[in-house]
């Protein structure tokens, strides 16, 4: 498979745009509307996809056909990773402001890996074949 500009920015938009639905979801169902939370998981998530979740999807572009299920399979497990270290980095903030923003930081922590993973695994799929498409 050779190297594509156009794989590279669908992939970066897919980033952004899977961070904002995250991040609104999140907000919405967990953390009451709060903006200053809305933002730091947005540039979070961001953060995590596109310093982990890029690369390695690249890598995996080009060790396994990018069609399989496995590589496709690999890719969604990649950006779910990526997408916990997100919460990682929510811990660490969480420590510095001295309160938790919900109860129960499990449910905050697999939920946002796994809408992270799934937003970022659709928008990017969809981006591809609308791109085939127009040329």
């Known amino acids: 498979m050779n190297f594509s500009y156009r794989?590279?920015?669908?992939?970066i938009i897919s980033v952004y745009?899977?961070?904002?639905?995250?991040a609104v979801l999140i907000t919405a169902l967990f953390l009451e509307g709060d903006l200053t939370v809305f933002c730091f998981v947005v540039i979070v998530c961001s953060i995590g996809t596109t310093f982990i979740g890029?690369?390695?999807?690249?890598?995996?572009?080009?060790?396994?056909?990018?069609?399989?299920?496995?590589?496709?399979?690999?890719?969604?497990?990649?950006h779910a990773v990526s997408g916990a270290g997100l919460v990682f980095l929510y811990f660490i903030w969480k420590d510095v402001r001295g309160e938790a923003l919900?109860?129960?930081?499990?449910?905050?922590?697999?939920?946002?890996?796994?809408?992270?993973?799934?937003l970022y695994f659709v928008v990017c799929t969809l981006?591809?074949?609308?791109?085939?498409?127009i040329g």
Do not use: H, M, T
């Open 102 to 118: 919900i109860d129960d930081e499990r449910v905050l922590f697999l939920y946002s890996v796994v809408i992270n993973a799934v």
């Open 54 to 78: 890029i690369p390695v999807s690249l890598s995996i572009q080009y060790a396994i056909k990018n069609d399989s299920w496995l590589g496709l399979l690999l890719k969604l497990v990649v």
């Open 17 to 22: 745009l899977s961070a904002f639905v995250s």
């Open 127 to 133: 981006l591809k074949r609308i791109s085939k498409a």
């Open 7 to 11: 794989n590279l920015w669908i992939a």
